[in-house]
């Protein structure tokens, strides 16, 4: 939109008031000169209208600052605010989770290559929340290890494939074995991002090329945004096609 046809949708009384002032300090102007004569017949006149000229040209030139402002501020709360973007970090690897996953009360979310992290970090909370509250469920998605994706991936990510995504994929499927709201699948597809919700908080981010995920930027979304549901969509298609 440009900033005169925003000017006069959003400021009509503003610009219109701005617009009057500056035409009644011409009249004052006009009244106070005499342009054939040139010269002044009221100096009153004369210094009013040239002030009121003045300061219609500078608050025709502060609202056009103003608008201009708007615009961008508009813009920001339709790119982040309405998108539901709470947060952006360069790492995947943040401090918050721990809170979030000791206050958890109804589902966590988790889709990734191999979860290493994820596992070792949360592992024995998780096992005595599953224990405490049966109504508590923990949903775990992750790239089928012998796919040519986790085997590129790994090889990406590590340099070359030793089988530590299998590995840690086993290790997590055991620990969580007699686990019956917590659940793993697997799914046979590249993913270009990871997810994981804990209760109404998202994070999601990307795999880069030849970089460890760890490293690589986060960005938290609050589930009133429309971001949040795509990738909550998301997840629930790979995991109804994911298998057990």
Sequence with gaps: ???????FQKRKMHIFTTILLLVFGI??????????EQIVKNTVLLSIGTSLVAGGIVAILDLFRIASQEQVYNNIDNLIIKAGIDNVYEKRDLDEYDSLIKNARNSIDVLG?????????????????SSK????????????????????????EDGKVTGIYKKSIDVIKEGFAN???????????PIGNMIYRID???????????????????????????LYEEYQQEFDKMWKDGKE
């Design 113 to 129: 290559y191999s979860l290493r992290a994820f596992y070792q970090s949360y592992k024995e909370i998780l096992l005595e929340k």
């Design 27 to 36: 009249i004052l102007v006009w009244w106070g000169i005499d342009v054939h």
């Design 200 to 226: 109404d908080a998202m994070y999601v981010g990307p795999y880069f090329y030849k970089r460890n995920s760890k490293s690589t930027n986060t960005i938290k979304l609050n589930k009133n945004g429309w």
């Design 179 to 189: 686990c019956t709201n917590i659940k793993i699948r697997t799914i046979d597809i």
């Design 1 to 7: 939109m440009s900033i005169i046809k925003y000017i």
């Design 133 to 156: 509250h049966p109504n508590f469920t923990v949903r775990i998605l992750l790239v089928e290890p012998d796919s040519m994706s986790s085997r590129y991936r790994e090889n990406n």
